[in-house]
């Protein structure tokens, strides 16, 4: 089994539109968690920490569940620029971070 | 300032060679991770060195190993090149570990390997 699943889309929204995904992770000792967006080919960048009681970095709103082991990404108002590939990302100690496959959104004018 | 460098940025080696992949990490930074991307997957651990000690090692054979430099840099090194180890190597530097807080690795820009 996978540590970190996601639905790899790709998830092909029209400008302004709402988009929301999740993954599920493996081990419940994980203890942090991540949204990672990378481009295409270009390399993976932070878009935001996931805490237990939900966080929003503007248009962006991230939710854990540690009870069902998933997290999920919400992105209100899209825009071109969010086209991307956004990486879904679990660590469970000091020294690595286990990444998902990715999933792709397209945003369309 | 310059972010992570990572060189060369493309090469070609053929099954049964060796290749060297170089990193530079961002400057102040101690910890150098190293993952391996491969086409439609997301980056896999390879290895993290923090202070010069290897830290942590990912399900890699043998084949791979790594080593960091008094500057901080890095060095891995592939030996015996097989057709499944064309993928993108990426370098990510951190301050020190991977904290539980941040969690924030910056990544270069990798290294694409192409094994014929």
């Known amino acids: 089994r996978k540590e970190v699943e996601q639905d790899p889309g790709p998830f092909n929204v029209p400008e302004g539109a709402t988009v929301a995904f999740n993954c599920t992770y493996s081990n419940s000792a994980s203890q942090s968690f991540f949204w990672y967006r990378q481009d295409c080919r270009k390399e993976p960048k932070l878009l935001m920490s996931v805490y237990s009681s939900g966080n929003e970095d503007g248009r962006f709103t991230a939710q854990l569940n540690r009870a069902s082991q998933y997290i999920s990404l919400l992105i209100r108002d899209s825009k071109l620029s969010d086209s991307a590939t956004y990486l879904c990302?679990?660590?469970?100690?000091?020294?690595?971070?286990?990444f998902g496959a990715g999933t792709t959104v397209t945003v369309r004018a | 300032d310059a972010g992570v460098t990572q060189s060369p940025t493309h090469l070609i080696k053929t099954r049964g060679q060796h290749v060297t992949l170089r990193c530079s990490p961002i400057s102040g930074h101690k910890s150098v991770s190293w993952y391996q991307q491969v086409l439609g997957q997301g980056p896999q651990f390879i290895f993290q060195y923090y202070e010069k000690e290897e830290r942590g090692r990912g399900n890699f054979p043998d084949r791979f190993s790594a080593r960091q430099f008094p500057n901080y840099s890095s060095e891995l090194n592939v030996n015996a090149l097989l057709l499944g180890d064309s993928a993108l190597y990426l370098c990510?530097?951190?301050?020190?570990?991977?904290?539980?807080?941040?969690?924030?690795?910056?990544f270069g820009e990798g290294s694409r390997l192409t094994v014929l």
């Open positions: 990510a530097s951190s301050l020190i570990g991977v904290s539980t807080n941040t969690g924030e690795l910056f």
């Open positions: 990302v679990v660590g469970y100690n000091d020294y690595k971070l286990s």
